[in-house]
């Protein structure tokens, strides 16, 4: 690619970036759109449907920049929970990180690359048909002393990263801790969910009662034996119920030892928040969840390996001469220095970005059939297998062209990968430019909700789009790994390209203003996981460093450049002991809280005498919905949109 | 190698065993070689040292066989100790694999390798000079339909295996709680070793105290903290603590929910039992731990590849003509028919066997290192240390001679592994062959303690072999690593080489009798896990049959048999399958007891008038020996000796 190609694609995007942000704040002015974009005030009931029409409501402005860009982390954290603090942290690590890396890349690296002269083009006439593979460290002179530069770069970006993590990692705990120390009582951590219960003659209801009376009887306080409804409408017993004890180290310390002397009976799992109960879980034995589990593993890795058709597809547009031997009629057209522009640094990245966005829900539909307890459960599952899909198809089979066969082939010989990618990565440069500056315009179209106005334009058709239109929730499992994609390149490319660093720069600063708008108003959180989301973000960073220094590794081998491949080795071992450090000191944390606290809130409940009236409602919290009278549950369905005080049952 | 010179070396092997085996009988007898050969009746006093000579001292006799073969399990778990038990399963379990094995492969398979054809060599005149090839299943021609008895026999095979494992675990397991219901009170389990004690100035034995009083009021019973004598024979203050509780639940709660906020602070473990505790890692710091392990780790993988020289060695003696090459003026005597024999049939095993001992003790100096907190814990490192070194070198590095480098590019291309396994195991038969006879002398020569002897004999010069005369306890990190190897050798060669399997029946039925001798009269347990070395007997032979099923992989692959290789995949898969059950069905019960257990034992000892003494006895039960009175110290062996009284304080 050139780097007219490289503006073109720039211009395009920038444009819609401005088209997007304007119809934007004109849409959202119009009163008919209040469910749409501010879907959440709306079921709080905080946003006024009427409204008086004006010219003014037909001019773009940027006010809603204003209103996203004030509210503290304070406000946030209570408006929003702490989930969307972590994800909102995410962006302020990375802005953190790419800042640094961008001052870095620009004003040190990428001259050095300019004027390296491995590709004899250094005079600065004729810049726009310049290829942009002058600004990348294959332009540098094997064996070059300006390479330390890099092993220097190599080493400063690592600090930096595990600092910031660090920084985060600690700031995050904190808050978690810190958020739980000032909640009030709920439902879910006094209670523990049950399985395998052993039936013996009696019923279920009463082994539980006598299993628990026998052993924890001074803080047992009663139990709720999960029931479904199975295809004739008949209510069945599920060997499973949800426990409830009289005191949040009592619900602990059932939980953590081992209740039976068969370790498959009577298997203890924290309960979810009430609401985020995923009943349909319930049908599933024990043997069937296994299976399930199997076979969307085999599920999972099919999908990944037959997305490999459309990655095929993208890199054969970003290759003209081939699509001309292919379509030879074509070959007028694609002559055109427009259209070749355009379909070698547009078209490729806005295909890529389609087929990935239909990837998360079917990621979703297999974390479900493999039978979580929860819907947050569900969505760190899904959000797991997306991180897999999400590196494999968008880096390594763009990077490694070529069959599966081959692909695997790099990772089953270690010793390669590091002068493999060293070779395969910056020849990729170019289109992931151009991929960065076409998420902008993905980013911006987020905040006009198309489906949801159309929906609401057809509003006529009784509510057919009526789940689009209430209150959605955020789905982490599709945003955090596209998140941690642009991470993982940013750090990638920040030796080799720094070129596109400002752009990825430019990516994070668009997602941080758009969605705190967004989940201000108009995500609501369907649940509370207390920011369990953070501990894969900073993994997936272990694994983006060590990728970053396997790449250097290969480059200063590529380079001629012995002595500082052996002094880079000591970065991966230092990095994965920091990692290592971390998971004992804060992950932790994230998994279960400490006896420490848990009787300290005990203790500050027992003088509480709101305590009875929460216990009294407690027995009744982990009822099936699908199970209570209509008018029971249409209560119950208003009672959970505005979640963040339905929480505290 | 040819048929002769397998049964020269059975013989010579039949000849010493036989040997020792009688030299034993006399030995024995003579009443000044009670503390070699008896040193366990010795030190519980059951033994009388004085006796009457007679002629018939000097006569061999079986006696001892008898005696070694009377007693019943019950009997063995009440001297010996569970783990004692355990290590006897095993034999049991591998007699059972092998009998089935044995009569399978002499009387199916055998007789379709001999009768083959591939190799052209179908009379029975000469049978002293045929190669032992014409046994294996090289001699089956390609594609033959005679192959599917051998896909038959890999399912049969792994199906008799897995019935078998299953019901040794169940039945270990069932042992393990039965010996943990009938037991008597211990220190141990009353006792949670606490670390990484934060101090705020104040002492660490009061903070200690203020932590558990504040949070552990009702089960907190007292502390003593660790402490340990400097170079300059100073107190220091460690901070660490064996805290001890009032009921076994009470501790059990401590040890599994995490105490404090900051998870580096206030870590639990198990205490071990009082006299098993290492005492000098307690002089080694977080740090210092953390950079130990990763010296060990080094240092392991050093030691491993630097074994390969010894093996390399081996190799070159089973091959003649290298070793004529190399040094030809040996070749007149390398020629003579019965030297040629004893070097290519005896001499190298009997190599490896020395090497191969060499290494244990080395082994749990790094397990050592480490800084486990008990002697048990490091016996189990060590165990596994060993057995990666036993299956790497004396299985991997012997089938697939060459380089380092050579044998890594193997694991690093999963999908040739069978191939390159199915071309590499049989070529090595006839080694294994007489690997196994030779290892019958090394078993036997156990019997007579040739090193303890000489010490008692030397006894003038005052004890210096003092140690060696005492009870010792059995070496269990390198007496099962051995044993699992020949389940491994017998595993890999049932379809390849049936001719091996009687004489692994051979050793595991001598070993059976050596064993209960060796246990019952000589060794003195040190410490009791309670069956803890059983899990890893049954993760090693879960590999062990995976291991089988890829070489039968690969052969089908070798003789042109495809059908049969696809219909052996759902094989791994099933023998996966069903490690994961008994992973979630057993192991639980190995790593802590439930709280099922625990209460019920804790509401039996309520009534139990001896426990305020029990309790008394506790407080003083993990006072380190080295910082005792002399008197009080020396008490303290003489209690340590006779174990399985001492376990209950």
Redesign the interface.
């Known amino acids: 690619m050139i780097l007219s190609a490289l503006l073109t694609s720039v211009g395009i995007n920038l444009g819609l970036c401005v088209f997007f942000f304007a119809l934007y704040s004109i849409l959202r002015k119009q009163r008919r759109n209040i469910e749409v974009y501010a879907p959440r005030l709306v079921a709080e009931g905080r946003a006024l449907r009427q409204g008086v029409f004006s010219l003014e409501t037909l001019l773009p402005t940027p006010g809603w920049v204003r209103s996203a860009w004030r509210p503290s982390e304070e406000e946030i954290l209570a408006s929003c929970g702490l989930d969307a603090v972590v994800f909102m942290r995410i962006f302020i690590f990375s802005l953190r990180v790419f800042s640094v890396a961008t001052i870095m890349g620009l004003f040190v690296l990428l001259p050095i690359h300019y004027l390296g002269g491995q590709l004899r083009d250094i005079n600065f006439s004729d810049l726009p048909n310049k290829s942009l593979d002058l600004f990348n460290v294959s332009n540098v002179k094997d064996g070059s002393n300006r390479l330390w530069v890099h092993f220097s770069a190599a080493y400063a970006i690592t600090g930096v990263v595990c600092y910031l993590l660090y920084f985060e990692y600690k700031y995050i705990s904190y808050k978690r ?1 810190e958020q739980f120390i000032a909640s009030k009582p709920k439902a879910q951590e006094f209670t523990v969910l049950v399985r395998g219960i052993p039936s013996h003659g009696s019923s279920i209801s009463d082994t539980v009662d006598k299993f628990f009376m026998e ?2 009887p001074s803080t047992y306080l009663t139990h709720v034996v999960v029931r479904r409804t199975n295809k004739l409408r008949g209510l069945i017993e599920v060997h499973a119920a949800f426990v409830y004890f009289k005191s949040r ?1 009592g619900a ?3 939980l ?9 009976e009577w298997a203890t799992e924290q309960a979810p928040e009430p609401h985020d109960v995923y009943w349909p879980l319930f049908s599933a034995s024990f043997l069937k969840r ?1 299976i399930s589990k199997l076979v969307v593993i085999v599920a999972s890795l099919f999908l990944i390996i037959l997305f490999l058709l459309p990655v095929a597809f993208v890199q054969g547009l970003t290759n003209l001469n081939q699509l001309e031997t292919l379509l030879p009629f074509l070959k007028g057209i694609l002559r055109t220095s427009v259209v070749s522009q355009i379909i070698t640094g547009y078209l490729p990245s806005l295909i890529l970005h389609l087929f990935v966005s239909i990837v998360p829900p079917i990621m979703k539909i297999f974390s479900t059939m493999q039978g979580h307890i929860s819907h947050s459960g569900i969505e760190k599952s899904a959000c797991g297998k997306m991180l897999w899909f999400t590196v494999w198809n968008a880096f390594f089979a763009i990077v490694l062209t070529g069959s599966v066969a081959s692909q695997l082939q790099v990772f ?4 390669d990968i590091p002068s493999r990618l060293a070779v395969a990565v910056p020849a990729q440069a170019s289109f992931y430019i151009a991929f960065v500056v076409t998420s902008w315009t993905s980013l911006s179209s987020e905040l006009t909700r198309v489906f949801a106005l159309l929906g609401s334009w057809m509003g006529g058709c009784s509510g057919c789009l009526d789940d689009e239109l209430r209150a959605p929730s955020i789905p982490y499992h599709s945003e955090i790994p596209r998140l941690l994609l642009f991470l993982l390149l940013g750090l990638s490319y920040v030796l080799l390209a720094p070129l596109i660093l400002p752009f990825i720069l430019i990516f994070f600063f668009i997602g941080y203003i758009i969605y705190r708008n967004q989940l201000l108003n108009v995500y609501l959180p369907k649940y509370e996981t207390g920011g369990q989301f953070w501990p894969i973000v900073h993994n997936s960073m272990i694994f983006s460093l060590i990728l970053m220094q396997a790449i250097a590794f290969g480059i200063f081998g590529l380079k001629k450049f012995p002595l500082a491949s052996s002094l880079l080795l000591p970065l991966p071992v230092v990095t994965l002991l920091f990692n290592d450090y971390c998971r ?6 994230f998994e ?6 848990l ?1 300290k809130k005990d203790r500050n409940d027992q003088n509480d005498p709101g305590m009875n009236e929460f216990f009294a409602k407690l027995v009744t919290a982990y009822d099936d919905p699908a199970l209570m009278p209509i008018q029971h549950q249409e209560n119950l369905n208003d009672h959970n949109a505005p979640l963040l005080s339905s929480v505290d049952v």
Do not use: D, G
Request: charged letters at 15%.
């Open positions: 801790l052993y924890h180290y602990s310390s059932v953590h030892i081992q209740q039976s002397v068969n370790p498959t296994w089953l010989e270690p010793k004992k000191r804060f992950q932790p944390i279960a809280y400490s006896a420490e606290t009787i």
